[in-house]
């Protein structure tokens, strides 16, 4: 059995145990990669029942969590943007947020205000107890069979890879670990 999968595993039966007695909500927070479409994109990406925080949602449920995960990506959106809409993109009750900041920043010109507007998310979503999951190069997760001609977004393939590799650390943040 693959490491992911024995992983998924042992948390879930750790989630299914502690998330029967509330729901967890959980906001993915994103560019294209987290919205799993997007505008200019050669093949239009995949449908948001494809997306990550969907099939991520799924994941969690089949595990015996209660979990709702809201797909907050834009494509094309920078963390000012990401920063911007916060508020909004993040209501109360949310108790993770999966922050997937992308590349957009640097495409746009916008990369000297990155790590700023990084650190003032996660700055506003402490002060709301909001735990954060930080996601850094995408890439590494899934292979280039798992992504768009692009090499840099995921195809449905990749996203699913892509859930099944951040359910684990999402039952973890969950129960405080």
Known sequence: MKRWALGIAA?????????????????????????????????????????????????????????????AGIPGDTTGGMLARLNSAVPNGTTIVILQPGGNDARRGEGAARQSNIAEIKHRLAARHIKVIMLGNLGQIAPKSARDPDGQHFNAQGHAAFAAWLAPQVIAVAHGR
């Open 11 to 71: 948390a879930a039966v750790l989630f299914a145990c502690a998330a029967q007695a509330a729901e967890v909500n959980i906001v993915a927070l994103g560019a294209s990669n987290t919205y799993g479409s997007g505008r200019g994109r050669t093949n239009g990406g995949v449908p948001s029942s494809q997306a990550y925080p969907a099939q991520l949602q799924r994941l969690l449920a089949a595990k015996g969590g209660s979990a709702r995960v809201t797909n």
